[in-house]
């Protein structure tokens, strides 16, 4: 109870922490963790026996199933997470097609388990390992790509595909089932959230440094801007005051001949009067 009391802090830590952040930034990436978290925790306690435990379910398949609905569902939201913190959209626009009919997948899949009971479990894990390796792939391709955040997603996701991998072949029997196999999931997952933690940190931090990077941008535009405005106030008012000059000059000009005359160039009638 111990141990398991430290994973579910952990993960309980993570949702609220996370979903804050999603209520300050409003980014997607930090729900779609939420879920992935709730769903694993939901996924790992029932597998541990706590949700039939806590809930009292009493019919079996109910408390055979309740791994098998959480697994899915965490993979779903996983995959999401994984698009949105890659930016496949954009970086993988084929692949990324793939991927969400992977989502769909995985979110319809466990309804398929409540008329088929325990017949396709072992292909469900063969499934859940596919997805994995898939998850794996892309976080690959993206660090080959130098992205920044693949390197940490790549770094986490590797270590839950591990125990996914554990999980997976003890499931189908080529794994023997002993303390270290059947709690290889829920070890790969802390590792995951307190690698992803630190992902979603430096995700926070390059949005503020991005944010004071534009605010310095616009404050030497609106710096430049003050200064060439200055410039050509002073330009203008050279111009307006040479104009002025040579207006004057002009003035005097035409004063001078409309007082004199032009040929001999004494004062005519109009000085005279």
């Known amino acids: 109870y111990m141990a398991q009391a430290w994973y579910f802090g952990m993960a309980t830590a993570m949702v609220l922490f996370n979903l804050l952040l999603f209520v300050q930034l409003r980014d997607r990436i930090y729900i779609h963790y939420v879920a992935f978290a709730l769903c694993m ?3 790992l306690a029932a597998q541990n026996g706590l949700v039939k435990e806590f809930l009292r379910l009493q019919s079996p398949l109910w408390s055979d199933l309740a791994s098998t609905f959480g697994y899915s569902f ?4 996983g995959l999401q997470f994984m698009r949105h913190m890659l930016d496949t959209p954009r970086t993988l626009a084929r692949g990324d097609r793939g991927l969400w009919g992977l989502v769909l997948f995985f979110l319809l899949s ?9 017949t396709f479990i072992q292909t469900a894990a063969i499934v859940y390992l596919g997805a994995v390796v898939i998850g794996v792939a892309v976080g690959l391709q993206a660090a080959l790509r130098r ?3 693949a390197y940490f997603f790549l770094g986490a996701f590797l270590l839950l595909a591990l125990g996914a991998m554990t999980n997976a ?3 189908i029997g080529l794994v023997p089932t002993n303390m270290l196999t059947a709690n290889a999931m829920q070890a790969g997952s802390a590792l995951e959230m307190v690698l992803l933690a630190f992902a979603l940190a430096d995700r926070f931090n390059e949005m503020r440094r991005e944010k004071l990077s534009m605010q310095k941008k616009l404050l030497e535009t609106q710096t430049t801007l003050i200064d ?4 050509s106030e002073q330009a203008l008012e ?3 005051e040479t104009r002025t000059h040579e207006l004057q000059v002009l003035n005097q000009k035409l004063a001078a001949l409309s007082m004199t005359d032009g040929l001999t160039g004494i004062a005519n009638r ?4």
């Open 41 to 43: 925790a939901f996924a």
């Open 74 to 77: 965490a993979i779903a939201a």
């Open 110 to 118: 466990p309804f398929i388990f409540l008329f088929t009971g325990q």
């Open 147 to 149: 992205q920044r955040s």
């Open 169 to 171: 072949l003890r499931a």
């Open 228 to 231: 060439n405005l200055q410039q």
């Open 238 to 240: 050279q111009r307006v």
């Open 270 to 273: 109009r000085h005279f009067d």
